[in-house]
């Protein structure tokens, strides 16, 4: 068996044509034009890169962007209060503050300080708390892409035993809640594994679907997985790689070339889980876009 390769960047292609269409909607009906804000603290390249990608992402789909770019030694009264006026704005409806923050800043105040309603990034304690009861709020981006991509893919999660190794606050712990809520795309039974978990190939083996967001490279082996599993790799780790031109290459937390010959189905890194993060930022900032208007 040779597993189907669950191509992120197709899937969210779709789903950005989808966006678009309801961006165009919204300003052609209701002279509504989605906002987005990124703030950003320091120069770090890989922070730079990511918010070109988003920039990029919601120029494509009809977002207007605007980021307010500081230097690595702002003090963290004035960041709030950035955020504070970016929060008082109405033509920003989703706010993201880039990570991680330089120095000495304080990243849970810093979040804390986005109004719960333009939370784009869906990380807010008020809205992973409306994640927990069931109520309604903006989802993590990470957690709500790798939804879509079993779902877009025809993979019904409902009643399987979904393993996720890591649980982290950003992927493995809203992921676990997500799928056992009882909703189209979920109503699953739920596995959470981590660091301190005994024996994780005896938990591996038992998935149906398996997803796996820890950040070190091989976490999951072929000898670690059942043939017919889905593979769901979350992780991005550099290898260095003297042939490519930037001297690494970018691989999965799962060893993708043996699970592969296993998995009846697998994202790869790059261009699985990762376009889908954006994808669901835009999301959020659309479906705040509404929710201010009283359009939803």
């Known amino acids: 068996m040779t597993a189907k390769i669950l191509d992120g960047n197709e899937l969210a292609k779709t789903a950005r044509a989808e966006l678009q269409a309801e961006v165009a909607e919204l300003q052609s009906k209701h002279g509504v034009v989605p906002g987005l804000a990124v703030v950003i603290v320091g120069d770090d390249p890989a922070s730079m890169s990511y918010v070109r990608g988003k920039r990029k992402a919601a120029a494509e789909v009809g977002i207007h962007s605007q980021e307010s770019k500081f230097d690595a030694d702002l003090p963290q009264v004035e960041l709030i209060a950035e955020i504070e006026r970016l929060n008082a704005d109405p033509g920003v409806h989703g706010i993201l503050v880039q990570l991680p ?56 999660v409902a009643g399987k035993h979904v393993v996720i190794v890591g649980r982290s ?116 900032t659309v479906q705040a876009a509404k929710r201010s208007n009283q359009l939803d």
């Not at 109004?115 to 709500?144: I, S």
Request: charged share 20%.
């Open 101 to 156: 923050l330089p120095g000495d800043l304080d990243e849970e105040a810093v979040l804390n300080a986005v109004d719960p309603d333009k939370d784009a990034d869906g990380l807010h304690p008020v809205n992973l708390g409306r994640l927990m009861r069931g109520q309604e709020g903006f989802l993590p981006c990470t957690p709500h892409g790798v939804q879509q991509i079993l779902q877009r893919s025809g993979i019904d």
């Open 169 to 284: 606050s950003l992927v493995g712990k809203p992921l676990a809640n997500m799928l056992t809520m009882k909703a189209t795309g979920a109503n699953a039974t739920v596995t959470l594994c981590h660091t301190g978990t005994t024996d994780l190939a005896y938990h591996t083996r038992q998935a149906d679907v398996l997803v796996v967001v820890t950040g070190f490279r091989n976490t999951v082996t072929a000898d670690m997985v059942k043939e017919g599993v889905v593979v769901i790799d979350v992780g991005v780790n550099q290898v260095e790689d003297a042939s490519r031109k930037r001297g690494y290459r970018l691989v999965g937390d799962v060893d993708f070339d043996a699970v592969k010959e296993v998995a009846s189905a697998i994202t790869p890194v790059p261009g699985g889980v990762g376009p889908w993060t954006i994808t669901m930022l835009l999301f959020n």
